[in-house]
């Protein structure tokens, strides 16, 4: 059973500090420009027409005729979707009367885009009506249903308001009655609606959501295969050639039930939406078969295939996980949706069970490739996360045709931007959760971020902090409770110090599996303050990781770092560490990249000659390498970048 | 004007040593073992049919029912064209009944198979007939065509017979009045008939095989693009949807005219066999506008575009090169059939001008992508030359599919196998060549290779030599004539020592370019003996190759060499040189892959614990690393391999 559950996105305030910043940005900028590109009134960029196709969808529905055909993705209604839900999260931190009116309208799009029985998707409805449900596989229906009950959760859960919630309430019945009725070997060619019922679920209470998230987690991978089936039954395909010949069943995580997966495979964000309501169920009946899974699975990902970023899926062939240690830092994919997905998954598992692990790689997911994924002004992109960017290469060489040194304004395949905006601005859910069952009346601290949060126990903290360039984090307590608080501890901090009211407490005593736990009857302005060891460190990856064989990288706090030309005299492929060399923080600059803690490292530059081959070691002179967050590449023009670097 | 022209074929006989070996091997087992293959008599590997669709051709001319389908890809004829070059040579060397019975055979299926007007092609004869020539993008038509005409004029050079010789040129007329008068501005889809034709005319006189080889060579790439045309005219593929849209002109080489072509690009095998005939041609006109654009793609490949190894393509996508240093040593293509080709551009260039820089990469490509290519007992093959390969990863992970870490014993696309086979058969055309214009009266030696060889110049040459084992070559001349003698100084021998008659020459005084020009009277039994340094060394990428910075390679003469698992206790990732340590030849190993000279070099095995990424450096143990020649790797069962490793 679930040992916390996530805070209602109302019961965080951010406060000062990078993530607060962060969801700023996206309330300020983020938000407004997506609603634009969605309605297309950005020039420029990838066209979008998501909110005109569910306009054509309910002009269609009201008998009136359609006077743009559908454009873009089978899914480009999840885009609206992701950003609504952004948007909700927003209203609850900001008065916006623009926005409130523009989430008005869009609901309203929504409702007169929503069919008699229910059904709500504009593709099927336009486009290609009498095929619903007959292509899961490839059609991504329940894909685009499932972000659409996450966007009416949230804007019930922050606001009040129940109009969407009633539309993907009744769309949700609408699923119900098709998949037990008529079709009950039926689950979702991409997995999301499972994760949204179980939302839906804790939102209304209905448990036959949740019925219905198991139902689809059960048939899942069941023999024979569905798609299998239902492609021959069919006998028409949606993509190309690529996908026509044999069914890649790991693809979609359908090859085994979904109990006995033991790797991580297919297609990344699939996956981990996946195991995300695996995790989230096994929480909900503390059933052990499903946990056990889910900790496989967990394994597989963290400990065999992850990038030092936590960024996920090796191959943009299928957008997919490869291989056990196959982690190139050139051809990488890596999309930014799938690091979002492995937040979820971390935070679903955290609410099973406090461990440090889940927490940490929730962290470096989060700090890492999500925010990598924003342009530092949110009006640029990445969806493919390279670790290695060597312009006239990257982007240019097949197979690196995805992994671009910059980011794009906008995608065809949109699903990245939202995806960040929606994240960030619900982070208070990610940074603590509630204890229940054996850890009612603890509140946990998974993340570091200012602001202030009610506990849903009787009290609330405040947290000041500039984490994660400094490593202290202060906490206020308010109110009076005999109460339990769970600290994360990074396993990166080596050194970690919890003082109450100044007095530094016996960590080895509080300390189990990454969380200190701080029972004691607190009181109004009691003081907590977290210290954490903010020495810069080099990291090392396993020798089984080929990509990776004599290099090194370098983190501070949880903050990846990379070598950028435009630091280093244009050239990054030049640098090697010195493996003797110390690594330096430097003073905070808030001047550089929205202000950063830039690093230092001993190092050598090699000057080659011209040659391709020389058979004399070319010379090398010592030099300063310089580094910034990963997080923040790529926001100073084209110029080369490199994580890993050779240690010499 | 050429400064020097090939030598017949039968102008070499082999003697001992690696490459006569080598030789020997193809005669023996390699040319029975792909006749059997293109007859469908070898079980259990890939089905060729390449002869039986010859058959049913012929069938079909007769009159008589065609009774099976052709089978095979759209220039299946050209592995029997490549194979029966191969057993022409093979059939100079040795008398050989089966072979010459095997021989007459295909030379009467093919006479069979062509038509009145002289066409010969089985796919277009039982297959597509009427569509002759109307999709030479595509169809490869001309480039069987001109395997056919190669293994027309080698069978004539290698054994006098011109029945063979006859049939190409009916063919080659055929294409001629095809080409002037019917389709004035096509050109080959897939390069190869250009270079046959100039050996047609070499072998017969015939100004018109070289008059029809330059004007295949001049309307390539002229606009408006040919095959742009022919595909809308067209309006139908043969391939699959990746070249279904854009036409990519660059990958058959025709978006510029091949004079005005200054980068090495597209499909590698295409780009090579174009640039040789370009090379050919400028030797037999001397144009210099022709001969530039050789010189400046020679830089491109050899000093931007090409592996450590000789191996060229960077990418399976296209077969193709891709852009400057863009070299991965794991997705890379570097397919055995480009470097063979590589062979033949250098080769053609060493008759423009005597620069050793030709021989030093000729003898790059030949002594490790090359010979890679082919098992040691003769039955296997690669196609693609990965410079890394990790079981469990490669030719499993995309984009290392096929990237085998084994050789597959034939392939659909059998081309490699029969071009390895042709190349090792006329090996002396390579070795040696006999001066013309400005070095008229001299005789050049571009390789080291035991046998004797007639000079066309009055004398012979015999060399003993053990290379490239060993460093010394001793030649003896045969006959007495006043002459130039002029060895190839290869670049990687820092020390050579040149003597005549145990009297040592001042290379100073007589090297050129990279060839010691050797010029008196000459005596029976002359002795010149050429003393290269074997010292083992190792090789530094240019840092503009992301692929191997902070790497070093091994070499000893012209021997790239490898680091495998089993030599190295099954784990060759977590090994490294030492900076500051040796490299030493071990002893001659009789027992060892055929006999080699293994490599050991001072290193480090780093210990990595179990984790994926840990802050501290995996502790490393001093190791003695193990080094096998690359032509040799995985001779010996599934295991990891490395030709760069970090140096630390």
Redesign the interface.
């Known amino acids: 059973m679930k040992c916390s559950r996530r805070i209602p996105v109302t019961a965080f305030r951010a406060g000062e500090g990078l993530l607060p910043a962060r969801q700023k940005l996206v309330r300020d900028v983020v938000i407004p420009y997506q609603y634009h590109v969605l309605n297309d009134e950005v020039p420029g960029v990838e066209k979008s027409h998501a909110l005109e196709n569910l306009r054509q969808a309910g002009r269609k529905l009201a008998g009136e005729p359609v006077t743009e055909p559908f454009y873009g993705m089978v899914f480009q209604d999840s885009d609206v979707a992701k950003w609504l839900e952004a948007a909700a999260y927003a209203l609850s931190q900001e008065d916006s009367p623009a926005l409130e009116k523009a989430v008005d309208e869009t609901v309203g799009v929504l409702r007169r885009a929503q069919r008699e029985d229910g059904y709500l998707n504009s593709y099927f409805t336009v486009k290609e009506p009498g095929r619903e449900w007959t292509n899961l596989q490839e059609s991504h229906e329940l894909y685009c249903a499932g972000h659409l009950i996450e966007a009416g959760v949230a804007l019930y859960e922050s606001t009040g308001r129940d109009d969407l919630l009633k539309i993907v309430e009744k769309y949700a019945g609408c699923i119900y009655d098709h998949f037990f009725r008529e079709n009950p070997r039926g689950c979702p060619g991409h997995p999301e609606v499972e994760l949204a019922l179980l939302r839906l679920y804790r939102a209304t209470g209905n448990e036959k959501y949740k019925e219905l998230s198991a139902h689809f987690l059960d048939v899942r991978g069941q023999k024979p295969n569905y798609f299998e089936e239902e492609r021959a039954h069919r006998g028409w395909y949606r993509w ?2 690529w996908n026509r010949e044999v069914l890649n069943t790991d693809y979609n995580q359908s090859t085994l039930p979904v109990r006995e997966q033991k790797d991580a495979v297919g297609h990344a964000v699939r996956a981990v939406y996946l195991y995300t309501a695996m995790a989230d169920l096994a929480g909900e009946t503390g059933e052990k078969a499903l946990s056990d899974a889910c900790r496989a699975l967990w394994q597989s990902i ?3 295939r ?1 990038y ?1 970023t936590g960024g996920i899926g ?2 943009g ?2 957008e ?1 996980f ?5 982690l ?1 830092n ?2 990488v994919y890596a999309e930014t949706c799938a690091s979002v997905g492995l937040v979820f998954f971390a935070q679903r598992m955290l609410e099973l069970e406090p461990r440090g692990e889940y927490a940490d790689t929730l962290e470096r997911a989060l700090y890492n490739t999500v925010l990598a994924g924003m342009q530092l002004d949110g009006k640029r992109f990445f969806y493919v996360n390279p670790l ?1 960017a ?1 312009p ?2 990257s982007g ?4 690196q045709l995805d992994d671009l040194p910059e980011r794009p304004p906008w995608y065809a395949c949109a699903c990245c931007p939202p995806n960040v905006a929606r994240l960030l601005t619900s982070i208070g859910c990610y940074a603590y959760s509630t204890g229940c069952g054996a850890y009612a009346n603890t509140f946990f601290v998974h993340l570091y971020v200012g602001g202030t949060v009610e506990s849903g126990l009787g009290f609330s903290l405040s947290c000041q902090t500039d984490y994660p360039w400094d490593g202290t984090a202060r906490f206020t307590f308010h109110g009076n409770a005999e109460t339990t608080l769970a600290f994360h501890l990074p396993a ?1 901090s ?1 050194k970690t110090i919890l003082s109450v009211n100044g007095e530094a407490q016996d960590l080895l005593a509080i300390a189990k599996d990454g969380y200190a736990y701080l029972t004691r009857a607190f009181s109004d302005g009691d003081e907590i303050t977290l210290s954490f060891d903010m020495t810069p ?10 990509a990776d ?4 990288a370098v983190q501070r706090g949880p903050l990846v770092y990379c070598a950028e030309g435009v630091d280093n005299g244009g ?1 990054v ?2 640098l ?1 560490f010195d ?1 003797q060399g110390a690594v330096r923080a430097l003073p905070y600059d808030a001047g550089l990249l929205g202000g950063i803690v830039p690093l230092e490292a001993d190092g050598w530059r ?1 000057e ?11 010379p090398r002179k010592r030099a300063a390498l310089r580094f910034v967050p990963y997080c923040t590449w790529a926001n100073r023009g084209l110029n080369q970048m490199r994580v890993w ?4």
């Open positions: 190309g050639d963290t400990q065999r992850m030092v090796s191959t062939f299928g997919a490869t291989v056990d240690y196959d190139p050139d051809t290695e060597v006239g290469i240019k060489a097949y197979p990166w080596e460190y080099k990291v090392y990856a396993s020798t089984r990781v080929p064989t004599g290099c090194a050239d492929l030049s090697s493996e090699t080659s000659a011209g040659a391709l081959y020389s058979r004399r070691r070319p670097l050779p240690e010499q």
